[in-house]
Each structure stands twice: as C-alpha cells, then as structure tokens.
C-alpha cells in the first residue's frame, strides 16, 4: 500500500487528501490546524503528531501549501522533509509557488538522493473535492510515472509539461492570460452597458465570434448569460481577486529574472491590486467587471 504524508491540509489539500484515502492510500496529514488535521482524521486519514511522525512509514510526501516561503521552510533545512524523510522518496509538491523556489527545492531534494515535481493544480476547491484537478508537472519522466496513480486519484487530467519547474511555468503563463481575458471580457460589458446594448446580445454575439474565450462563455463577468458564473451569486468565489492577484505577481517576478515583456500581465495586477485595496480581494475575480463599471464617468453618455 502507497504511504503518503500529507502536509498542508487547507482548502485545496484537506479534499485532495481525502481522495487519496478514498483510493485506498494510507494517509498521515499535518497541518498548522489541528481542525484541518481532525477533518482529515474524520475521513479516514491519520492525523501526525509531528513531521517526524509523518514521514515515518511515508515513500511519498505531497505539500499544498500557500506559497514558496511555506514550501521552502517545509523542505529545506535540518529539520526539513528532506533531511529527514526515508531515502529515495518522492516529493509532488502541489502549491502554486515561484519557478525559482520550486526549480532550488527540487535541486536539494534530487541531490539528496531524492525524486521531486513541481504538480500546481487548476480546477479550484470544486476540483479537488471532486478529484477533477489538472495537473500541470514538472520534473523527471520517471518521477512523473512513478506519480501518476497519486495523482490520478486526486485529479483527472495529468499534462507533463517538461522539467523541474515547468509545472510551475505553465501554471502562471495560464494565470496571466486568464487575468488580463478577464479584464478585457468584463471592459466590453461595461462598454456595452454605456452605449445602451443588451449584455445578452452581447454575448450572443461575441460567444460565436472572434471575441470568443473561456472568461465569456463559461464565467461570464455579468449576472445572466451564463447561469453558473459567480456574477450569478453575488460574486462569491470561485478563485479570489486576492489569488489572481498572487498568480499575477508571480508571472511578474518571472518576467522580470527572465526580460520577457508582459505589459498587459502587469497592468492586469495593478487592476487586481485596485480590486483588493477596495475590499474586494476576498471576492470572485470576475468582480474586476463591478470595479470597471463604477469608475465609469457619473453620467453615461447615451
Ligand atoms: P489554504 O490557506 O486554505 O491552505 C494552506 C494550508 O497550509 C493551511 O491549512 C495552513 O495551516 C497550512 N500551512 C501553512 N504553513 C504550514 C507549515 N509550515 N506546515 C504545515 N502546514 C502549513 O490555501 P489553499 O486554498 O488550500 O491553497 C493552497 C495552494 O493551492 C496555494 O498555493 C494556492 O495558490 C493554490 N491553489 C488554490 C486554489 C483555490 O481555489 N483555493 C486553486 C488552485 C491553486
């Protein structure tokens, strides 16, 4: 039976682990909150009294924690999983992190004798309690199969997207240009909103036409066209200003260690950033919409 060690079990990590207990793995979680760990514990996982305590029978660790601080200070050090765990295991780490903490901890693990991936995930809360993630990984074509059947049994799509730190990579490429489609799905309704044209027919039009993309047609910005999207409920989250704006400032920092122009990734989180300074962070992302359509000129010109 597959031993796994479970660290970080919030809102992402407490349902994937609970699918890796459904699949049959034996599952010790740790966690900051002993309430995620009693959750974990409910559902038939264990929870570990301490990392030493739950790297003992582990040949897997696997961490969903919130960003590369928390990922470096859990890995690296004496009294880090990689010291300490059992020789040759393997680690997937499934926080979305920089490319440049992702890309050092897996040097570290694999010089230690080690296997490691970087597995960011899409596909949100919803996902990953219904074990319909998608796995963007990097690391080893060996490490990505021995992977596989855990990875599988949190989530339905597993794309390897090239070595260490290309989970990574893909993960805020795609992040960025959902950002910016955002913003420009949501100034469009707004616009239309101005010049007095029905934000169905809007859509009706730009869902078949060149103006086509996911933030329309399955996470419309304005309450109506598309019955599931957040604009429908208040914009409850769904992914949080706050978390785009993290995804955003990541592609930023890349863009800068690496010179690539990303003018429009930028102005996207200085957008976001206006959105959280607001007091809007905590809402759906798609809310970008309600910040546009207020900052408008007072009298709509008709
Ligand atoms: P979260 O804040 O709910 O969970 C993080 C957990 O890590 C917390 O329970 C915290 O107590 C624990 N933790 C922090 N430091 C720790 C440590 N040193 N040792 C043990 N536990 C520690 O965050 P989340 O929403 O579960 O997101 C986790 C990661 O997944 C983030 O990197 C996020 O960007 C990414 N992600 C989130 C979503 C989403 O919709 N929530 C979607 C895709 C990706």
């Known amino acids: 039976m597959t031993t796994v060690a479970f660290i970080g079990l919030g809102n992402m990590g407490r349902p994937m682990a609970l699918n890796l207990v459904r699949a049959g793995m034996s599952v010790a979680g740790l966690d900051r909150a002993p309430a995620a760990m009693a959750e974990l514990a409910a559902g038939g996982g264990r929870a570990a009294a301490d990392l030493a305590d739950a790297l003992a029978a582990a040949d897997v660790v696997v961490t969903m924690l919130p960003a590369g601080a928390q990922v470096r200070s859990v890995y690296l050090g004496a009294d880090g999983v990689i010291a300490r765990a059992r ?18 901890v897996a040097a570290a693990a694999e010089a230690a004798g080690h296997a490691m991936l970087d597995a960011p995930v899409s596909g949100g809360t919803g996902g990953a309690a219904a074990g319909t993630l998608t ?114 400032a990541l592609a930023q920092s890349a863009a800068l260690s690496t010179g690539a122009s990303t003018p429009l990734g930028a102005l996207a989180a200085q957008i976001y950033q206006l959105m959280a300074s607001a007091g809007q962070g905590e809402q759906d992302f798609s809310a970008v919409f309600e910040l546009l359509a207020k900052t408008g000129a007072s009298q709509p010109q008709r």
């Not at 020789?87 to 440049?100: A, E, G, H, M, Q």
């Not at 957040?230 to 409850?236: E, F, L, V």
């Open 87 to 104: 020789p040759n295991s393997l680690f997937i780490d499934c926080s979305t992190i920089d490319v440049d903490t992702a890309r050092a």
């Open 135 to 248: 796995f963007m990984v990097g690391g080893s074509d060996a490490a990505v199969e021995r992977a596989r059947a855990i990875l599988q049994a949190m989530g339905k799509t597993v794309v390897h997207t090239g070595g260490p730190g290309a989970g990574q990579a893909a993960k805020i490429c795609n992040n960025m240009l959902l950002g910016i489609s955002m913003i420009g799905v949501a100034e469009a309704f707004a616009l239309a909103d101005r010049l007095g044209l029905d934000r169905q027919k809007l859509f009706d039009v730009s869902s078949t036409s060149s103006g086509q993309c996911w933030s329309l047609t399955t996470y419309c910005p304005v309450p109506g066209p598309v019955p599931t999207s957040p604009a429908n409920r208040g914009y409850a989250p769904g992914f949080t200003a706050a978390m785009m704006l993290k995804d955003l």
